[in-house]
C-alpha cells in the first residue's frame, strides 16, 4: 500500500451524523476508487473517478458521496442516507495494465 | 456479463504442505487477472497479474498461477506453505466491455481464507 494513506484507521460515526473518510495518494495515478468490504462478501464498488473534477457511481453509490478537486486526493463522504455504513473502506489507484494499488483501510462502526 | 467464482471459500493445510487456491472466471473476452492477498485489518496487496503474455505467471513470496483458457480458470498456488501465508486471497478480473475496452473496473471473487497449521 506504499504511496497511499487513508485516514482515520478508524472512525465512529453516530447516527444521522456525516463523515468523511480521507484517500491521498502520492503515485500520480490518474484514477482512484473507493470499495466497501463486508464479511463473505468480496469488495464492492462505490465511486471511482478516472480524472480529476470526475467520478461515476459504482456498484453502491447509495448513501455516498465523493469529490476529485485534486489529482492526489478522493475523499468519501458516508451520509446519513447509507442506513448500514458499519463496513471496512478501501482506497485504491490504477497503474499500469489495469493493475490497483490499495490503501490500508478505514474501519467505520456506528456508535 | 464478466464474473469470478472462487471455489473455495475456506482452504486449510499444513506447513510445508502445498497449496491451491482454485479460480474460475466469465468473460467474452480475453481478461486480465490478478491474484490479492489480505491479512487481517490491511489493505490489499497484489500477489501476481495475467495480462496476456506468458500463461504461467510468477509472483512474490513464491506464489504462481496459470492462465488456461479452454478451463477459465487462473488457480493460485505454492509448493509449500508458511505460517505467514494465513490469509484471505481474492481472485479478481478486469471488467471489459464490447471490443475488449477496459471500463477500468475490477470484479471480485467472494475470497478463500487460507489457514496454515503448524
Known amino acids: 500500500d506504499g504511496g497511499i494513506t487513508q485516514s482515520p484507521k478508524y472512525l465512529f460515526r453516530k447516527e444521522g451524523q456525516n463523515v468523511t473518510l480521507s484517500c491521498e495518494q502520492n503515485l500520480n495515478h490518474d484514477a482512484m476508487y473507493w470499495y466497501r468490504q463486508d464479511p463473505g462478501q468480496g469488495l464492492r464498488l462505490i465511486y471511482y473517478?478516472?480524472?480529476?473534477?470526475?467520478?461515476q457511481k459504482g456498484d453502491i453509490a447509495e448513501g455516498y458521496s465523493v469529490s476529485r478537486e485534486k489529482k492526489e486526493s478522493f475523499p468519501l463522504t458516508v451520509t446519513s442516507a447509507q442506513k448500514n455504513p458499519t463496513a471496512f473502506y478501501l482506497c485504491?489507484?490504477?497503474?499500469?495494465?489495469?493493475?490497483?494499488?490499495f490503501g490500508p483501510g478505514t474501519r467505520l462502526l456506528v456508535l | 456479463a464478466q464474473s469470478v467464482t472462487q471455489l473455495d471459500s475456506h482452504v486449510s493445510v499444513s506447513e510445508g504442505t502445498p497449496v491451491l487456491l482454485r479460480c474460475n472466471y466469465s468473460s467474452s473476452y480475453s481478461p486480465s487477472l490478478f491474484w490479492y492477498v489480505q491479512h487481517p485489518n490491511k489493505g490489499l496487496q497484489l500477489l501476481l497479474k495475467?495480462?496476456?503474455?506468458?500463461?504461467l505467471v510468477k509472483g512474490i513470496n513464491g506464489f504462481e498461477a496459470e492462465f488456461k483458457k479452454s478451463e477459465t480458470s487462473f488457480h493460485l498456488t505454492k509448493p509449500s506453505a508458511h505460517m505467514s501465508d494465513a490469509a484471505e486471497y481474492f481472485c479478481?478480473?478486469?471488467?471489459?466491455?464490447?471490443?475488449?475496452?477496459?471500463?477500468?473496473?475490477?470484479?471480485f471473487g467472494q475470497g478463500t481464507i487460507l489457514t496454515v497449521h503448524p
Open positions: 495475467y495480462t496476456s503474455a506468458a500463461t
Open positions: 473517478s478516472q480524472i480529476v473534477n470526475d467520478f
Open positions: 485504491a489507484t490504477k497503474g499500469q495494465a489495469e493493475t490497483q494499488y
Open positions: 479478481v478480473v478486469n471488467l471489459l466491455g464490447a471490443g475488449g475496452t477496459s471500463y477500468g473496473k475490477l470484479t
